[in-house]
């Protein structure tokens, strides 16, 4: 427990402002170096847990190193970023669903995030222009995971309720970065992203420590 407070207190109160405040700096190398930390930080904790508990967690540790390549890769090019996102998915959704075994929950909540997507990519549409292919690519993948995180909820464990958390809110935070992308917001909305963002992930690594 110890260990998850730290690297929890260390990515939420260390690297998080650290990176906001580079990042208004124009100061990018070091923005992107603790936007990546943060990351890896909840990765250590899947890492851990691979190592010592359950390699099924290297799943999750992909998952998440992944993830934390395409936090430095968004700040150069939005297209790379979000392939390696992408292929964090993939590997998010290969975990979820070897906890919690596909049903009749997954297809409705997933459903229901995909109708939320549709409604914010379609009034957003004129501003999204060209880019519209690849964010509706990543949108219906965000969905699916999101669903499918949300849906371990009937595992009835602490684990899947720390995955349904974290599903919910790295769901709320993309769907924020989504908007902010597209029209200008005050720094507090900066702070939301990214604290819904890094809470999402550490929730994940924290799943497979917490049973």
Known sequence: MLWIYAVCALTLFVCLPFFLYYKKALRLKLAVAFKVLGTLGAASLAFTAAIRLDPHCWICFSALF????????????????AGMFLAGHICYLSFF????PVSGVHLIVTLCLLGIVAFFLWRWRKPIGKKMPLLAVYAVTLAVTAGFAISCLTAHTLQGQLI???????????????GRLLFSASRAV??????????????????????
């Open 164 to 178: 349904a958390v974290g599903g919910a809110l790295f769901f709320l935070s993309d769907t924020m970065l989504l």
């Open 97 to 100: 669903s070897s906890l919690v």
């Open 190 to 211: 900066d702070w939301a992203i990214m604290i819904t963002y890094y809470a999402a992930q550490l929730l994940f690594g924290a799943s497979c420590l917490l049973r």
């Open 66 to 81: 992944l993830h934390a390549v395409a936090d430095g890769l968004l700040e150069y090019n939005l297209y790379i970023g």
